[in-house]
């Protein structure tokens, strides 16, 4: 898998399968994260490019992991600033 990035607040998620040659493109939220209603000034994208679908399937196990690690400690997470 071949990343790459724009730096922070990323925007825009643009994933290819080298092998297929398919491309997916997803904008991630019409707003900036900062600002509530401001509209994005400029496209922040991850660009992600996969060799073929073991790598995909390694990325979503990757996720599915991730998210249930997430799941146990919900709730002691707070959202904002304290």
Not at 26 to 46: D, F, M, N, Q, T
Not at 63 to 69: I, P, T
């Amino acid at each position: 898998m071949n990343a790459t990035g724009d730096g922070n607040n990323i925007n825009t998620i643009k994933m290819r399968h080298q092998g297929a040659d398919m491309n997916f493109h997803k904008v991630c939220s019409p707003y900036h994260p900062g600002g509530i209603g401001a509209p994005v000034e400029r496209e922040k994208c991850l660009s992600l490019e996969f060799q073929d679908i073991c790598e995909i399937e390694n990325l979503i196990y990757a996720l599915q992991e991730f998210k249930e690690a997430c799941q146990l400690h919900l709730g002691s997470w707070r959202r904002g600033r304290a």
